[in-house]
Structures are given as structure tokens and as C-alpha cells.
């Protein structure tokens, strides 16, 4: 397992600290996914967002439905044309989740040392003596002593709105458990999560397949957040599927949230184009104490082969205030430290008092420990992995790398199509921005010709570091028009100024150049 390490030393570090932060256009090159709901769903939230530094806008099916999420995305549209900021599309499947419907809404008190039974009978009231589910073959998954959490907000940890039950035994289909601490369920849905217990239904269920085929379809929607991905075939299944829907661009973030995703993670993450670590999910799944290492191993895996890793859990008290913990703040800056690609913020921006503050306060925390993030380090753990001989492609990416840290370059320059070279690069962390020029290509089928372009651009807001700029299909045949383009646009947004110097990466003819450009003063 490799952990995160600063580069700075004792005395830098204490000027960091005592250096006042500073916002620039981009608050940092970790990306942000913020998830739009009832507190940031207007034009004006999703907006200020924005420009906060939110770049991938999640769309959660697990309590809303499409007609309330094609609203948003409309204001989503909106806000990206007022602000003049691309911004990619994430749906988020339900998956195999358990379910209690509690359609009076009465809150309904558990206390501790009390007995309550679990039931698939649908007919039954939600009361503090029975609680109907939604899956029939609980009884026979479950045995005595195993762990059982319930709550309306069960993955923020919150003791007060969830509870904690251990199986006593089972009676026919019933589940009668034992109340571990007291606590006050509210709403009208309760989610169920039992510890590594295989739960015996779809990862991708007939309703995640109805939201892709409509909602999904008619949006062109750029990454899908497969939940509760437990094996490969979960991924190559949705891939098939996508592939039904016309949807062949669309990219899979595999979401781990369990020990039986954790043992087939290696699988999943060879499937899939990036992964989603749910840590309120996996802090249930493993001991508390397991959850760091899981982390860290997990994205040195992503960083090694070049793919997003994504972190979520990370300031849910922001859900109600307008600061962090210190503890939160801290989990932040370390997981940039470890080389996490992005921060997905849930409730505090689906449901939380602050949306627009979650986002500034986790970019700033994210662009102090990018200061001092150690790139050099990293450089070579992605060199010693990848081995000799290098590939062209892999040779290249990371001379631009080496050469941009050299001459300390402000930016990279990417020319690029399918936005692969762009990743390439990022693979290598560099510490300057990655600014993709994104070069619409043709295609064709049986019915029609059509540019490419826009999905590539929106999916390289994924990636680390990586800014893209949708260009004209005339840029492919000029270069120096193509290269004008971006360094004007790189001084525009503040990127560049004055004596600065780029990296350009590029290809020409079958081979790739990295050239070195110095702006004048």
C-alpha cells in the first residue's frame, strides 16, 4: 500500500500556513462532483457552483424522480451557459438497495435493548415492533450475531437518525433483532444495509435500465455511478446495455461500497473507466478502523493505471454548517495527498444549508495540499510501474510531464480527440494544469454524419487537472491556429501571463512532439 506524502519540509510547510489562501479561476486541479437536489437545483445555486469549481453535476435516482431531475438538468443548462463553464453529467443508479417505506411519515422511536421484527409483508405498519422491507430473502441471507444498520441519512454515521441491530434469529421469512441503541427514524424512507451479507438481487435493476433508457438516453449523459458494483460482470453488463441505448460513449464509474466489491476490485477496476469510493457505505461494510486502508490501496491501484479515483463522505457536517470539522478538512488534504482525482460531495449539496460554500470550502482545502502535493514521488511510483520498455504513447506523456516540471511550465497543452492522450498525461500528476484541446472528429453510421467532441470534452472534467476547450474541426488540419487558440484562452481564464512558458503536446502525422513555448512578455 503507498500513502500520500508532502514534499515541503518543515519550514515551507509552516509557510504554507501562514501563506492566505488564494482563489484562482481554477480553485484547484482535484475535481469537484456536486450533487444537484432541493437546496441546489436553481439556476442561481448551480451557477454559483460553478464557479466554486464544480465540474461534474450528480444526479441521484435514489429518492427523486425524472421529471423532478430533467428540471434540474435544464437549470443546469442554463447556469453552464450563463457561466460560461462546461459541466459534465453523472447518473447515479440505485442498485441493490433495501428499503423501508414509512408512508405516514411518522417518526418512529427505537430504543436500546428493545426487540423489533423485520418483514417482507408490505401490509404491516411501520411501527417500533416491525419494520416492512422491500426484499423477500432477507431471512434467508442473514443468521444470528450479524449486524444490521437502518436510518434515513443511515451513511452519514449519525447515531441519532440511524440505529444499529444484531440478528437474534429468523422465523419464516421474518428477521427478529435486537436494538443496539436508541434513535428516532424520521421520513418516509429508511435504507437497510446488512454487514458482508450478499444481498441476492441485480446490480442493475429493471428501474436503473428504465432511468438509463429514458432519462439517461434523452440527456446523453457522460458517466454513469454504477452502486453497489460487486464483480466485473456488473460493469460488462451495464456496458452491453448502454450499448442497446446508443449510449456507446458514455463512461462507468464502478461504485464500491462493499467488502465483496473491495475482494474483486482489481476486476472491477480493469472494467471499469473510473471508481467511486463510498465510504459511508464501506465505513458500515468494514470496521472503522479498515476503511483508510481500503482508501489508499484502492486509489494507488487507480493512480497506477491511469484511472479517476473519487472520494466521497468528506464534509458531511457542512450539511448543517458553515464550516468543516477539523477532522473533515484534515480527510480532505489527505486524500489529495494520496492522489485522489475527485471530491463527490452528496448531501452537503443535495440537501445541505451550504451548497455553494461545500464546494469553495473543499476547493481551497484541495488547492493547499495540491501546494505541497509530491509530484516527483508520484512521477516515479507511475514510472516504476508501468516498466520498460515503454509504450510510444506512455514515453511521451511523461517526457511532457518531466519537461513541463523542469522548465516549470504554467500549463500542458493537449491536442486530442478522444481525450486519451489528455489522460495520459494526468496519469502522471503533473502540478500544472493539463488544458485539452478537444478536436471534434467525424463519424458516421447508416443514417447520419455527425462531429464528436462534446461527450470527450464534458468526460475530461473527470480528470485530474485536466481543463477542456471544445475547438472547430478546422483546428485538426492547424496546428499553430489550434495552439494560438489555447494559449489565448489560457491567458483569458488567468492560466498564463507574461514570460510564462507551456508544454505542448501533439500529434503529427503518426508521431507524437512535445515542444516547449515561451509567451511573450
Not at 458494483?229 to 464509474?253: G, K, P, S, Y
Not at 472494467?271 to 482508501?295: H, M, T, W, Y
Not at 493512480?303 to 468543516?324: H, Y
Request: with cysteine; hydrophobic share 40%; proline share 4%.
Amino acid at each position: 500500500m503507498q500513502g500520500g506524502q508532502m514534499v515541503a519540509e518543515g519550514p515551507l510547510r509552516l509557510s504554507s500556513v501562514l501563506t492566505s489562501s488564494k482563489l484562482s479561476f481554477l480553485p484547484s486541479l482535484t475535481k469537484i462532483v456536486g450533487t444537484l437536489g432541493p437546496k441546489s437545483r436553481s439556476v442561481e445555486v448551480i451557477e454559483a457552483c460553478l464557479k466554486a469549481g464544480m465540474s461534474v453535476a450528480r444526479f441521484d435516482f435514489s429518492g427523486l424522480d425524472s421529471d423532478y431531475h430533467q428540471e434540474t438538468i435544464e437549470n443546469l443548462r442554463i447556469a453552464v451557459k450563463s457561466a460560461r463553464k462546461l459541466c459534465a453529467v453523472m447518473l447515479d443508479t440505485v442498485g441493490p438497495e433495501l428499503k423501508v417505506y414509512n408512508k405516514t411519515a411518522n417518526p418512529i422511536e427505537l430504543k436500546a435493548d428493545d426487540v423489533v421484527t423485520i418483514t417482507p409483508d408490505a401490509t404491516k405498519e411501520p411501527s417500533a415492533e416491525v419494520l416492512p422491507i422491500s426484499y423477500s430473502g432477507l431471512a434467508g441471507t442473514v443468521k444470528k450475531g450479524d449486524t444490521i444498520f437502518l436510518g434515513q441519512y443511515l451513511f452519514t454515521g449519525s447515531e441519532t437518525t440511524s440505529v444499529w441491530l444484531e440478528v437474534l434469529e429468523t422465523k419464516d421469512r421474518d428477521v427478529i433483532c435486537l436494538v443496539k441503541n436508541t434513535a428516532t427514524l424520521a421520513g418516509l424512507i429508511f435504507t437497510m444495509h446488512v454487514s458482508q451479507v450478499h444481498i441476492d438481487l441485480p446490480t442493475l435493476n429493471e428501474n436503473d435500465k428504465q432511468v438509463i433508457s429514458t432519462w439517461g438516453r434523452r440527456n446523453n449523459v457522460d458517466f454513469i455511478s454504477l452502486s453497489y458494483t460487486r464483480h466485473a460482470e456488473d460493469v460488462r453488463e451495464l456496458r452491453a446495455f448502454l450499448r442497446t441505448q446508443n449510449l456507446h460513449e458514455t463512461q462507468i464509474f464502478a461504485k464500491i461500497e462493499t467488502v465483496e466489491g473491495l475482494k474483486h476490485f482489481d476486476d472491477i477496476l480493469h472494467e471499469a473507466d473510473g471508481i467511486i469510493l463510498s465510504r459511508g457505505n464501506l465505513g458500515i461494510d468494514l470496521p472503522p478502523e479498515k476503511v483508510f486502508l481500503f482508501q489508499k490501496s484502492a486509489v494507488h491501484r487507480c493512480n497506477m493505471v491511469g484511472k479517476p479515483a473519487i472520494i466521497t463522505r468528506v464534509v458531511d457536517s457542512m450539511t448543517e454548517n458553515l464550516r468543516p470539522t477539523r477532522a473533515e478538512a484534515t480527510d480532505v488534504a489527505n486524500a489529495v495527498l494520496d492522489g485522489t482525482d475527485g471530491i463527490l460531495l452528496g448531501a452537503e449539496t443535495l440537501r445541505g444549508l451550504y451548497p455553494i460554500e461545500a464546494v469553495t470550502t473543499v476547493g481551497r482545502i484541495c488547492a493547499e495540499a495540491e501546494r505541497v502535493y509530491n509530484h516527483s514521488l508520484h512521477f516515479k511510483r507511475i514510472v516504476k510501474h508501468v516498466g520498460e520498455p515503454m509504450s510510444h504513447a506512455e514515453s511521451v506523456a511523461s517526457s511532457a510531464v518531466r519537461a513541463a516540471i523542469k522548465v516549470k511550465a504554467a500549463i500542458i497543452v493537449v491536442f486530442t480527440s478522444s481525450g486519451g492522450a489528455a489522460r495520459l498525461i494526468a496519469k502522471y500528476k503533473p502540478p500544472m494544469p493539463v488544458l485539452a484541446i478537444v478536436v471534434p472528429r467525424l463519424k458516421t453510421n447508416s443514417l447520419k454524419w455527425t462531429f464528436t467532441g462534446s461527450s470527450q470534452a464534458r468526460q475530461l472534467l473527470g480528470v485530474r487537472g485536466v481543463y477542456p476547450l471544445l475547438t472547430t474541426p478546422e483546428m485538426a488540419t492547424s496546428g499553430e491556429l489550434g495552439l494560438k487558440l489555447a494559449l489565448d484562452h489560457g491567458k483569458s481564464v488567468g492560466l498564463l501571463k507574461p514570460n510564462d512558458q507551456a508544454v505542448v503536446f501533439q500529434k503529427i502525422g503518426d508521431s507524437s512532439v512535445v515542444k516547449i513555448v515561451l509567451l511573450e512578455g
